[in-house]
């Protein structure tokens, strides 16, 4: 098990992602965020957990809704 400090840093050094405008990775870096927040205020790694689970959630639908709009955008522009 990682720890306070040990899963402190994890989450650091995931919110160092690149400095996309990107909304996706916005909002994951604000959940992720929220989640060290919660853990620097001493909160059971349960609730940390719950917030990095839905924070990856919410990552990971927006991402696949951006790869399906792309491939909606290349087949348009094939067509055309």
Known sequence: MLGNSGLLSALN???DL????DFAL???KALLD???DLLS???GLDLVGIVILIGGAFLHT???LDFLLG????NRAIQA
């Open 62 to 64: 927006l991402l696949l």
């Open 34 to 36: 929220e989640a060290a």
């Open 13 to 15: 050094s995931i919110t």
């Open 71 to 74: 491939e909606m955008r290349i």
């Open 18 to 21: 690149s400095s996309s405008n």
């Open 41 to 43: 205020e001493g909160l």
């Open 26 to 28: 916005r909002n994951a």
